[in-house]
Each structure stands twice: as structure tokens, then as C-alpha cells.
């Protein structure tokens, strides 16, 4: 207590102070680009509240979220269940990370994890998805005494120095080298993986089921063959499920929806947090793990220091039992086929609209060039100052006038892409449908609005 008789930390009055600093704050202390970026943009909002698939800023105003921070808010933001879990480990007041003994909750989470793949024996738990994908290269590479780890091109695994390794973007890359040993091979290509696992060298291949660049899924068959060419070759299959997995895709798992796909390793993170505790879980096989940890000298030769704290522990049980009791899985297949199906149906409609793909509640949205000379000379350029600009140019909109959070797929791609809560239902479709029929309506008929903040996107890329 200060002199005064009030508490010498109030989170409350510290947010009521300070809270309308946000964006100088970040500018001072953090990335400073994130502030320009959004202020570039017109993202620069304020919100006041979530809840569920939405946000309210001061005003009273909601915003659908289409994005699910990045795929890790799969049951929304603040569901009551894992809030409570949250609260019951909290006042529970637990010894937790003695590190020198085996308290329960790793084990209960990662026995229902491992409910979901009986291919599977032993889980690693970590802090995020990008630890979850180190562990699992290091895993690899320990197991199979070779160094070597193929990805595929245009992939994503993480930032940190050895899933960067992997990372098929090259704007990630550079200026980070040396990296791992690495090789990439184009995705559904299995005459290009059998010619580098012919070299010897390979300890296995990671993969995302569906590409979360521009959401391309892996060909019919792909991920089966492939696992079969590694194992032939001696070599490990593993399936980085951080943003796929966990229902996202209409399966708990992506890997699932191909028939005999039984990965060595699985990569988990992001919606098992439940939206508040970092986590990332690393599946394996048991061999690989006894020959990881292979004598009491290397307990500990992979470890992390938060690594199945409590709260998170707590948190991924209430996550998968939500999973269950609300039937998310089941969810997220029925309301991603009808949101992908009503978008399809504006292919034909829409020249500017070349493609709808996806996966449950992983839906891609493609635009491409239009066969009309108007807008092929709005398209152009657009397209001869930076590629993706349209898309950027559909996303902010869908902000400004619809109050809908979307994101572009990736750099230089002319991708929307949409990975909402997976609790959403047809209200919500209903809503994104909507407004983005009105969006390709302004596009198309040129709107000048739209086309303005178009120009504007030219002039940025043209001065970077």
C-alpha cells in the first residue's frame, strides 16, 4: 500500500491512464513499423472489448473477427469454460515448475492429445508453435543421425532460426543466413522428394496439410506417398499442425482427412492455448523420443523453462474439452463448406475473382487478372507496383465500411485468406457474404473510394 492507502499496482486505473497511448507506445518502444502499418492502412482502431467471434470499440461498435488472432482464438475470445480453468488453476495455488518433480496436468493434457492419434505416443510441450517445430527438427535429426530437413516451397513453420530453416518465404529469410541445412521441394512433387532422399542425407520431410501462404492444400494422395517414400528411405514424415490442426480444418487434424497419414512427428499450437497461455506440443512416436532421451545424463537435454506451466496445461484441457462438449470439430466443417460454397458461387460473377479454396474454416479467396480492359488497366497498375495490392485493397474495406478483420495470405500474393473462430455459425456467414459482395460490387463497378485507396497503395509501394 502507498501513503495514501491505495494499491501501489492497479492494472484497472493503469489501463484508464495510459490505455489511449497505445500506438505512441509501440511506436517508442516496440516495432515501430506496426503503428505506420496500420495508420498506412487505416487498421489503426481502437477496441475496447472482445467476445466471441467479435470486438467493440468505444463507440459501441462490433467488428466480426475473420481472423482469430492468427488462428489462435479457435473458440473465440473469452470463453466462459477456459476462463474458469484459468481461474480454478490460478486460486488453486499450485507448486508449479519445481521442475524437479511430474505434477499431473502435462500428463492429463498430453494423454487427451494423444487421444486424437493412436499413431502416437509421447508429447513435448513448449511455448508456441514455432518451438513446437524446433523440437520437432531437432528430434528428426537426433533420431536419424542425418542432417538435413526438406520443406516445401512457399511454406511457413516459424521465425526463430531453425524453423526459419524451413520457412519457404524468402522475405523471412534474408539476411539471417546461414541457416540449417535445408532443401526446398515443391509441394505434391514426390519425383522431386525421391531424388533428395536419394542422397542419404535426409532426415525428413515437414509439411503443412494445407499451406497457410495463399492456402493451398497438399495434391489427393501427396502426404500417404510421400510418408511412404521417407520411410522407405529412412526418413520421417512430419506434419506441422500449429494453424491446421485442432479443428480447423473440419478434422482434428489436417493430415486426417487422407486416409493411412500417420505422421512421425505433429506440430500443435495456437487454438490449444485458448486464446490466453502460450503452448505449443510436439507429438512423436515413441522411439524417436527413448532416442532423444535416451539415459538419466540427458533428461534434459531438450527442455523449456515455461514449458507445461500449469496455466497452460489447464488451459489446453479446457480447450479440448470444449472441443468436445460443443461439437467445434463438427462446426467448423458444416460452417466452412457453407462459407466456402456461397463464395465459390461468386466465381462466375465477379471477374476479378478467380478462385475459393480451402478447408473447413481455412478458406482461401484468390483474385486474379480481369478479361474487361477497364479493369485490367486498374489491375495493372496495381500489379506493376507490388503484387497483392488488390487484395489489400478488398481487406480494407471490409474494415473501414463492414467492421470485418481479414488478412492477406502472405507477401506478393493476391490472396484473402480466412481463419475465423471456429465457433461461428450462418449469422456470420451471412454477415462476411454480405459486405464482401459489396466490396467486388464497388471493385468492379469503380468505385472511387476503393480505387483512390488503391492509388494511394501504389504510392506507398512506389516510395518503399
Known sequence: MTADGTERFDLTRLLAERGGERYDLHARHL???????????????????????????????????????????????????????????????????TRFDCPPLPGLLAERLLSYTPYL???????????????????????????????????????????????????????????????????????????ELRRGDVAGLIVEPVQGKGVHEAPPGYLRAAQDLLHRHKALLIADEVQTGIGRTGAFYAHQHEPGVEPDLVC?????????????ATLGKDWIFKKVYSSMDRVLVHSASFGSNAQAMAAGLAVLAVMEDEGI?????ATGELLRSRLAALVDKYELLHDVRGRGLMIGIEFGRPRSLGLRGRW?????????????????????????????????VEVIKLI????????????????FTAVMDEAHNGGSLMWDFGRNLVKQAMTR
Open 31 to 97: 516495432n515501430h513499423q506496426l503503428p505506420r502499418m496500420l495508420r498506412t492502412i487505416g487498421f489503426d482502431k481502437v477496441y475496447e472489448r472482445a467476445e466471441g467471434a467479435y470486438f467493440w470499440d468505444a463507440e459501441g461498435r462490433d467488428y466480426l473477427d475473420m481472423l482469430a488472432g492468427f488462428g489462435v482464438m479457435g473458440l473465440g475470445r473469452h470463453h466462459p469454460v477456459v476462463r474458469k480453468a484459468l481461474h480454478d488453476v490460478l486460486d488453486a495455488s499450485l507448486a508449479d515448475l
Open 121 to 195: 505416443d509421447r508429447v513435448f510441450f513448449g511455448n508456441s508453435g514455432t518451438e513446437a517445430v524446433e523440437t520437432a527438427l531437432k528430434f528428426a535429426r537426433y533420431a536419424t543421425g542425418r542432417p538435413r530437413v526438406l520443406y516445401c516451397a512457399h511454406a511457413f513453420h516459424g521465425l526463430t532460426v531453425g524453423s526459419l530453416s524451413v520457412n519457404g518465404e524468402n522475405g523471412f529469410r534474408d539476411g539471417f543466413a546461414p541457416l540449417l541445412p535445408d532443401t526446398p521441394v515443391p509441394l505434391g512433387d514426390l519425383d522431386a522428394l525421391e531424388r
Open 268 to 280: 500443435v499450437a495456437k487454438a490449444l492455448s485458448g486464446g490466453y497461455v502460450p503452448v505449443g
Open 329 to 333: 470439430v463438427a462446426n467448423a466443417r
Open 380 to 412: 495493372t497498375m496495381l500489379q506493376a507496383a507490388r503484387k497483392g495490392l488488390f487484395a489489400q485493397m478488398v481487406v480494407v474495406p471490409l474494415l473501414q465500411k463492414h467492421r470485418i478483420l481479414t488478412q492477406v495470405s502472405g507477401d506478393e
Open 420 to 435: 475465423p473462430p471456429l465457433i461461428i455459425g450462418e449469422r456470420e456467414v451471412d454477415r462476411f457474404v454480405t459486405a
